[in-house]
């Protein structure tokens, strides 16, 4: 296992860039795309940081977290996107300026943090807690800071990004059947929000979270 | 101090505005069109030399030192900018914040000109050029901090010329994103497609052609000569970057750093080809995009 491979490296830096391009757009269909588009990232980091030793449990769960990542949620947003009449994400309670520096403010405290955290295991690059960490924290900024629905939604899948990418690289010796448990929890999330954002768009004309406050009972 | 010394600096002098050629060349081919010569540019500029300059009554020196201050600060910074591997006349420790300065030297006088015409019309586009290139200078700034801190060497062309494969291989995702943060500032600084139109003279939204509307004759040539030098300089940092070649045979480098801004113009003229203006309150985003990547490659260089 070579720690300082250039391609692990390159992996990171494009994984903190689709964090930025998802603080930064306002497209909700771009949004998406990149959220898969890190999946992908995410499922090849297990595959090139332990391609010396490359066993089947490794390879099958990489693969299925990319076809979920990739493929599955990707088709459940866009269906939802489909129904309800939004291409963009308007009105952030945080504009998309500020956002992209908030961004690499949470990367710069990851980063501090990072060096900062004793771990039991040698994780499979420097790099690599400060991404997982600046991706969670990317995540909770987007639950926070946006307003449709399915923009938290896809706040919360970075959010589980991170903790993924915590995950295969500090821990490689996880139980197959934890993580297998864990794409399974985040797939019946994900479908559970997909049919919420549908209801909530039938029920309201709009994704907008903000116009719920406005319930009275 | 030598001859070969003065290489880079003519060589700039000579190709610059072959560099736009490029890029209206391939832009032409885009559409659909043949496309102006390669050389038009030359012959541009000679023409307009030949015409006489007519002056508004209302404006003052401020409006006649502008053409004079933006081609002298674009000649000057062909001083301190390196050719391949052959290193600047001027080469110093600081260097690139002269660089810095006298392209913001040249900004600023562009912007009193455009002020000192008294029209509304040159002065939204310096208050909009004022705007976005105070967001394009961190992001150019930081950029060369991490180029500083890489190979720590204060002057741009040891800087540049230090950048060699090796740096590649061992600092890759930091170099792309200070490339593509280089990039942005000069599609920024040089008003190119998706922050400004450089074709267009009649729209609301444009910014450098706007400012320099009441130039004509050998004041407008002068400033478009600045501006063409102005691309050289910032193109020359980004493949300057980009083509790591450096041999230590000064011919071979240097025709590797020539086709690496050829190919950049060609880039370019793709680049106007296939992107539409971002609207204006999209470019902010986009320039503290490029800071955002350049702080980003400090971050990854300094851990």
């Known amino acids: 296992m070579t720690t300082e491979s250039p391609w692990l490296d390159t992996l990171m830096a494009l994984i903190v860039f689709t964090n930025l391009r998802l603080l930064g757009s306002s497209r909700l269909g771009a949004c998406i795309r990149t959220v898969a588009l890190q999946g992908v990232f995410l499922g090849l980091l297990p595959l090139i940081a332990h391609s010396n030793d490359l066993d089947w449990r490794i390879v099958l769960l990489a693969f299925a977290g990319m076809a979920l990542k990739a493929g599955v949620f990707p088709w459940l947003f866009f269906r939802a996107l489909r129904g309800a009449k939004v291409r963009r994400e308007m009105e ?14 949470s990367f710069a405290v990851a980063l501090w943090v990072g060096s900062a955290l004793e771990l039991p295991n040698r994780a499979i690059s420097p790099l690599l807690v400060p991404v997982a960490l600046s991706t969670m924290l990317v995540g909770l900024f987007v639950i926070v800071s946006r307003r449709k629905a399915l923009t938290q939604a896809l706040g919360y899948l970075a959010f589980e990004n991170g903790i993924y990418a915590f995950g295969i690289g500090i821990a490689h010796e996880a139980p197959f059947l934890v993580e297998a448990g864990i794409l399974l929890d985040v797939f019946v999330a994900v479908f559970v929000m997909g049919i919420a954002i549908f209801h909530i768009r039938r029920e309201f004309d709009s994704i907008d979270t903000a116009a719920l406050s406005s319930l009275r009972d | ?209 706007v400012m320099v509307l009441d130039h004509g004759g050998p004041d407008l040539a002068f400033v478009l000569y600045g501006s063409a030098l102005k691309l050289w300089a910032l193109a020359a940092l980004v493949a300057g970057l980009l083509v790591p070649v450096r041999t230590g045979q000064v011919a071979l480098d240097g025709l590797a750093f020539l086709g690496g801004m050829i190919g950049l113009a060609i880039v370019l003229g793709v680049v106007e080809s296939t992107m539409a203006r971002l609207r204006l309150h999209r470019v902010p985003q986009l320039l503290v995009g490029a800071s955002a990547f350049a702080v980003l490659a400090l971050l990854l260089a300094l851990r």
Not at chain 2, 5 to 30: C, N, Q, W, Y
Not at chain 2, 147 to 160: E, I, N, P
């Open chain 1, 92 to 105: 952030p309670y945080v504009g998309y300026s500020l956002s992209l520096l908030a961004g690499i403010a």
């Open chain 2, 1 to 209: 101090m030598s001859a070969a010394g003065l290489a880079p600096p003519l060589l700039g002098l000579a190709l610059a505005p072959l560099l736009l050629g490029i890029v209206s060349r391939t832009k032409a081919l885009f559409a659909g069109r043949r496309g102006a010569p390669l050389l038009q540019p030359y012959h541009d500029l000679a023409r307009l030399l030949k015409k006489g300059a007519v002056y508004s009554p209302t404006t003052t020196w401020a409006f006649r030192a502008t053409p004079v201050v933006t081609l002298a600060a674009g000649i000057a910074v062909l001083f301190v900018l390196p050719f391949g591997s052959l290193p600047a006349l001027l080469a110093f420790d600081g260097d690139f914040l002269l660089f810095a300065a006298l392209l913001a030297a040249a900004r600023f006088f562009t912007i009193v000109g455009a002020f000192d015409t008294a029209s509304s019309f040159p002065a939204l586009g310096a208050s909009r050029e004022a705007t976005f290139s105070a967001l394009a200078e961190p992001a150019l700034l930081l950029s060369v901090a991490v180029l500083t801190y890489l190979t720590g060497s204060l002057s741009l062309s040891t800087m540049l010329g230090a950048i060699t494969g090796l740096e590649w291989r061992q600092a890759g995702p930091a170099l792309v994103l200070v490339a593509a943060a280089l990039f942005v500032v000069l599609l920024a600084e040089c008003s190119r497609i998706p922050i400004d139109d450089p074709g267009t003279h009649l729209e609301l939204t444009m910014i450098h052609e």
